[in-house]
């Protein structure tokens, strides 16, 4: 199956100016997630979709972040305006249910993400 | 509010040398735990997962971790490195409700030919 897509791979701007993201999940996964990863960090959830509804944006800086996934299929993240501190990898993920030995699991499938860099 | 530790940020070991790598988690409850694996220049891959049952779980390329509970830990073992080991390893643990991943820092392991 086609893995979870992402654009653009990178991304050079000077702070105060706006970026978007753009994730397309794999095919039928119901729930998408983006990720923040700082250099040296692990990635750091920032929210989580379930087909076009929002389940957690506890972490998403609502004051510059934002997000959406009209149609329950792909997703955009926004930043309006960007700040040094947003220098990081958007990694965009997708999950389904999946079986295995009699239990239920949700496995998270990642995107390569999209490295930001802002000067 | 759940919280991961990874203890080694950098790790450098020679070819055939024995691997592990700790992972220790904070959360009172139910737990699902992974290890995910990035190789240079690659997506974010899960290694290996555990759920429930037996606490000694295999995973991908002879690695495997053992959960031990009343440590809070979860750590990745491999008896014999190779040198395409060589990537950056993170712990994650989901606890509660939802399928909200929280990750540890990462340990970065290069294995020398």
């Known amino acids: 199956e086609a893995g979870v897509a992402q654009s653009p791979r990178y991304k050079i701007i000077e702070k105060r100016q706006s970026v978007a993201f753009w994730c397309n999940p794999i095919?039928?996964?119901?729930?998408l997630y983006w990720y923040q990863q700082i250099l040296g960090q692990g990635p750091k959830l920032l929210i989580q979709f379930q087909n076009n509804g929002v389940v957690d944006d506890s972490q998403l800086p609502k004051d510059r972040f934002s997000a959406e996934r009209l149609k329950g299929v792909d997703s955009t993240l926004k930043i309006q305006p960007a700040k040094l501190e947003d220098s990081a990898v958007y990694l965009c993920?997708?999950?389904?249910?999946?079986?295995?030995?009699?239990?239920?699991?949700?496995?998270?499938?990642f995107g390569p993400g999209t490295r930001l860099t802002v000067l | 509010a759940q919280s991961v530790s990874q203890h080694n940020h950098h790790v450098i070991l020679s070819e055939a040398a024995s691997l592990e790598l700790g992972c220790n988690y904070s959360y009172g409850g139910t737990v699902n735990l992974f290890w995910y694996v990035q190789y240079p220049g690659q997506h974010l891959q899960l290694l290996l997962k555990?759920?429930?049952?037996?606490?000694l779980v295999k995973g991908i390329k002879g690695f495997e971790a053992e959960f031990i509970k009343s440590k809070f830990s979860f750590n990745l073992r491999k008896p014999s490195v190779q040198w395409s080991d060589t990537a950056e390893y993170f712990c994650?643990?989901?606890?509660?409700?939802?399928?909200?991943?929280?990750f540890g820092g990462g340990t970065r392991l290069m294995v020398k030919p």
């Open positions: 555990y759920f429930s049952g037996d606490p």
């Open positions: 994650a643990v989901n606890g509660g409700a939802g399928n909200m991943l929280t």
């Open positions: 993920a997708s999950s389904s249910m999946r079986a295995s030995g009699g239990l239920e699991y949700n496995e998270q499938f």
């Open positions: 095919s039928g996964h119901a729930t």
